[in-house]
């Protein structure tokens, strides 16, 4: 389309032999931009950073991420992905993240904001290869809430489909169109709800049952409502809804912090996992 904007990133981590994750490749063009990757000694850190002001009409976005074997990385978004009105068209963001053996990965973007006549189709594609762990956020806003744009957008559309060691063991589509009515994320009461899903993999979370049972009761608040599924004995996923951005925010952190017993190689540290 005329005047629209196409955007691709590629990043590739590997473990040099003094046990360190590095950022063997990285080619980025369009919208994409990435820090300067940050090493604690176990975890190599990067944000990736848009910086315009969101997606427009047309526009389109793909992220491919590779961790080869041992690699640790954690992936943060400081900013908030802003989808404006579009008038014929849509926007779309494609995400793919592919996990060898023995890999780490934490996944936090920040909130995608739809905001007043947009409509974007976001599809994620997760491959682990067995042995691989994963912490993975999606976070969803109402749309632009003090601007009094709260589902205002046309329609948001994700596509969600998790491999792990060559099966499939999570695939959901949802397709959201306040207009239509029946709206799913909504709660008495509440004004608004900001939406969040954690997904969980590792070898075995049977061990790890009494943990995550422990997560969801308590996060069940009036103010906060929290599920859990457990999929399969290697994927599980949180499911949050809160009635205001910050008061999320402080529950996805509450769940990282439980969940290092989980994982506990890769505990919980506020420099890296920024939500």
Request: hydrophobic share 40%.
């Amino acid at each position: 389309m005329l005047g629209s904007l196409q955007s691709a990133a590629e990043l590739d981590f590997r473990l040099e032999e003094r046990h360190r994750t590095v950022l063997s490749k990285r080619r980025a063009g369009g919208l994409y931009h990435f820090s300067k990757p940050y090493w604690n000694g176990e975890t190599l850190a990067l944000q990736i950073v848009n910086p315009t002001a969101g997606l427009f009409d047309g526009d389109t976005m793909s992220l491919d991420v590779h961790l080869q074997k041992g690699a640790s990385v954690a992936l943060t978004s400081p900013s908030a992905s802003r989808f404006y009105a579009m008038d014929k068209s849509s926007a779309k963001i494609t995400q793919s993240f592919s996990l060898e053996t023995e890999t780490w990965l934490e996944y936090h973007p920040n909130f995608s904001v739809p905001q007043q006549g947009s409509e974007v189709e976001l599809e994620t594609k997760i491959t682990l290869a067995a042995g691989a762990e994963m912490i993975f956020l999606d976070q969803l806003a109402p749309g632009r809430v003090k601007h009094g744009e709260q589902y205002r957008y046309r329609r948001f559309t994700t596509n969600f489909s998790l491999h792990y060691d060559g099966t499939f063991h999570a695939l959901e589509r949802m397709v959201l169109e306040p207009k239509l009515g029946g709206w799913p994320l909504s709660v008495p009461d509440w004004e608004v709800a900001f939406y969040s899903a954690v997904w969980i993999v590792k070898d075995s979370l049977d061990p790890h049952c009494d943990t995550l049972a422990g997560i969801e009761a308590s996060l069940k608040k009036s103010n906060l409502l929290c599920g859990l599924t457990q999929l399969t004995e290697q994927v599980a996923v949180i499911r949050v809804l809160a009635p205001r951005s910050i008061i999320l925010k402080k529950a996805l952190q509450e769940i990282r912090a439980a969940l290092n017993p989980v994982f506990p190689n890769h505990p919980y540290n506020p420099r890296l996992q920024q939500v």
